[in-house]
């Protein structure tokens, strides 16, 4: 560089330094602003029986000794803020899974070594473009995408112990891991009528999900966003009036409305499949004490696989999931909140030779399950200390799969392989401190 140059563009900085020093249109944090952390913990207790693991060599499934088992089944710790105004973050930390004994009947791994995982769950902004709006809200970082009711509420909302696991079809459909989460950006918005009577959310997402290729971090070759979208249509008392891409299912009495969402989402060709789209539809019905909500997932991946002859065969996979659930708050002088409630979960998949072959072709799940939930929670104080007696059972079908099938949750363990997974009888507590 000539020495010239060099001079210009020293006076160039310290003429725009000088100028900087006296810009007064900086962005003011927050008067007071504090930094809030939180934890989550659901502390749980189970006792599973029926639960059988393949035994390869004689192919035949075995039974396993009935359990009771203590576990962390959720446990989160994280903080949020909203140094200006419009501009909120979220961080989450999550040590799921803690004591979890994988031949109990309950769905999930184990976090069991010497030092338990400890991950990033949440790590996201979000920030209202217009002032004293509601309309417009980017959202940006590690979340989840915004399809599927029961994918984007939380554990410490649903009024089953367990969540429908139906969540964990779609998640895997979307983003190809069981939390769901991918890096991305979503667009998304709140708009209420003047008497609060009607109103529409709205989210739009584009999503990075690195799980195909170089051990999860990347799409592989080739490379394809999903493309994400949902919108829902409140009537009668909306389920929120600032916007959040967080949700709830029970208002303890306060909510008369009822919510109608329905969405899609769109990736195309990656090393997996040529294309992978989805259809879903759901409600929430508060009507006082009474909550209702449902959800049903259309999933569809176009894909290719070489026959016995060498021929071609090209293919589009479907399979469908979701789910039925409803409770009643049972108000006891001003001492308790009690709430049975009962949740259906079903997943639907091909159950011929032919159609499960393409299923693993395209990275998805066949066969069918089906799971139930009956039980009955305890309010301490809303939905941040509950404490939880629930019975699960369930029934799955391998259709024409031989002994060892694992092509959907019923059928598959983690860390054990083929399984037909047993009931279980849990108490949990859950709290949020």
Do not use: C
């Not at 006076?11 to 249109?25: D, L, P, R």
């Not at 109990?104 to 004293?132: T, Y």
Request: charged share 20%; net charge neutral.
């Amino acid at each position: 560089m000539k020495y010239s140059t060099l001079f210009f563009l020293v006076v160039i900085s310290s003429v725009w330094a000088s100028g900087q020093s006296n810009f007064e249109g900086w962005l003011k944090k927050k008067e007071g602003f504090k930094i809030e952390p939180f934890m989550m913990v659901q502390l749980w207790s189970s006792y599973s029986t029926g639960q059988e693991v393949f035994n390869p060599e004689l192919e035949q499934y075995e039974p396993v000794e009935g359990r009771f088992n203590v576990e962390l089944r959720r446990a989160r710790l994280g903080f949020r803020a909203e140094p200006y105004d419009g501009l909120k973050f979220t961080i989450v930390g999550a040590y799921d899974l803690i004591g979890r004994d994988v031949l109990s009947g309950q769905v999930g791994g184990g976090n069991n070594g010497s030092l338990p995982e400890f991950g990033i769950w949440d790590a996201f902004f979000q920030w209202r473009v217009k002032k004293e709006s509601e309309a417009l809200n980017i959202v940006g970082g590690y979340f989840r995408p915004q399809l599927s009711r029961e994918s984007i509420t939380s554990g410490w909302s649903v009024n089953s112990m367990e969540k429908s696991m139906s969540q964990n079809y779609i998640r895997r459909h979307l983003v190809g891991a069981g939390p769901g989460r991918a890096a991305g950006l979503n667009l998304g918005g709140l708009l209420l009528a003047d008497d609060g009577r009607l109103g529409l959310n709205y989210n739009l997402g584009i999503f990075n999900p690195l799980t195909l290729a170089s051990n999860g971090n990347s799409t592989g070759a080739e490379f394809a966003p999903l493309l994400v979208g949902r919108a829902v249509l409140y009537l009668g008392d909306p389920e929120m009036e600032k916007y959040k891409i967080g949700y709830d299912i029970n208002y303890y009495g306060r909510r008369k409305g009822l919510s109608v969402g329905g969405g899609g989402s769109w990736q195309g060709q990656t090393g997996v499949f040529r294309s992978s789209y989805a259809a879903s539809a759901d409600f929430l019905f508060n009507w006082g004490h009474l909550n209702i909500d449902g959800e049903w997932n259309l999933m569809w991946r176009e894909g290719s696989r070489l026959m016995a002859d060498d021929g071609n065969r090209n293919f589009t996979y479907n399979s469908n999931t979701g789910h039925l659930r409803l409770g009643y708050n049972i108000i006891i002088g001003d001492k308790a909140v009690l709430e049975p409630s009962f949740m259906a979960m079903q997943f639907n998949g091909a159950k011929s030779l032919a159609g499960q072959a393409d299923a693993r072709a395209v990275g998805a799940f066949s066969g069918s399950e089906r799971t139930y939930d009956a039980g009955i929670n305890w309010y301490l104080n809303q939905k941040n200390l509950k404490l939880m007696l629930h019975y699960t059972w369930r029934e799955g079908d391998a259709g024409e799969a031989a002994p060892g099938f694992t092509g959907n949750q019923y059928f598959s363990q983690s860390d054990v392989g083929a399984i037909h997974r047993g009931n279980w009888l849990g108490l949990g507590l859950n709290a949020i401190f």
